[in-house]
């Protein structure tokens, strides 16, 4: 195990992340507490309110069939019961974490099919925009599609072989492959114009819209070596959107495809500009 609890509870703490980490066990999961006050469920509902009026009809039917199989927002969710569920649909289970974690532990989550969801949520000042992930971001955004079995598979093999990308040298162009699918990922839906599946465009109002319905978002079709080889945006709506043809296309590229070659023989060479390819 890489860096410990304590020494990274330090750290967040002199970085004023907002997580209690001091209570953490040693896999970075603590428990959920399922104490909210009236203020933090209103905050809930008015986020799942105002975001489902656009996901009904800019997120892919994949999201929204899982939206509805854990019924997620009438209330601030209890995670042991959407892992009940969760468990039935995919064999993934949500496990509560105080925020970001380092990324190995992050991994390991993943590989055994265990979605780390932040145990806090945003104050009604922040809620259009927030710099950390918090619950609203990792439930309403992440969730619903580790529901869907192909994606859940792509998800438990990448937090698999994550490790050994980066130590080849591989750490931006693994994180770009997670970025441009599970945080700003797009996918083709049968007889429809594209719709959104990534989390960072379900969990945002703005970007949402501009990312499905602008004439001036980018759309790229997917492919597994471009996506790994260009840069994306951190706080401004992203130049690039990948669209995928299915997400057993994804798990199936992500599988199949040479991840040891593409790092090899392009960790040291200049990325590709989003506005270019
Ligand atoms: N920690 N809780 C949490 N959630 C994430 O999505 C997350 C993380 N740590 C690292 C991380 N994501 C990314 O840097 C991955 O690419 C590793
Ligand atoms: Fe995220």
Redesign the pocket.
């Given at each position: 195990m890489g860096v410990s609890v304590q020494e990274y509870a330090r750290e967040c703490a002199a970085q004023g992340l907002r997580g209690d980490y001091s209570v953490c066990r040693a896999d970075f999961t603590v428990e959920q507490k399922y104490d909210y006050s009236a203020a933090e469920q209103e905050v809930w509902r008015t986020l799942c309110d105002r975001q489902s009026k656009l996901t009904k009809r800019l997120a892919h039917k994949s999201y929204l069939d899982g939206m509805e199989a854990l019924s997620l927002v009438d209330r601030i969710p209890d995670f042991h019961e959407v892992s009940d569920k969760l468990r039935k649909l995919s064999g993934w289970e949500i496990v509560a974490?105080p925020?970001?974690?380092?990324?190995q532990p992050?991994?390991d989550h993943l590989a055994n099919r265990r979605f780390?969801v932040?145990n806090w949520l945003r104050t009604r000042e922040e809620l259009d925009y927030i710099v950390e992930?918090d619950m609203f971001h990792?439930f309403f955004g992440h969730v619903p599609v580790l529901s869907q079995p192909a994606f859940g598979d792509f998800m438990q093999m990448y937090g698999e072989k994550?490790g050994d990308l980066i130590e080849a040298g591989g750490g931006d162009m693994?994180?770009r492959l997670?970025w441009y699918t599970a945080e700003y990922g797009l996918m083709q839906q049968a007889g429809q114009p594209k719709k959104a599946f990534g989390a960072g465009l379900m969990s945002s109002f703005t970007e949402l819209q501009f990312a499905v319905e602008s004439a001036d978002a980018h759309h790229v079709g997917f492919d597994i070596e471009t996506v790994m080889r260009t840069t994306y945006e951190i706080d401004k709506f992203q130049r690039a959107y990948f669209v995928l043809p299915s997400f057993d296309a994804l798990r199936d590229a992500f599988q199949h495809s040479d991840l040891a070659g593409i790092v090899k023989r392009f960790k040291d060479a200049p990325p590709l500009d989003p506005a270019m390819i």
């Open positions: 974490v925020g970001l974690i380092p990324a992050f991994f780390p932040t992930p990792d994550a693994i994180t997670y």
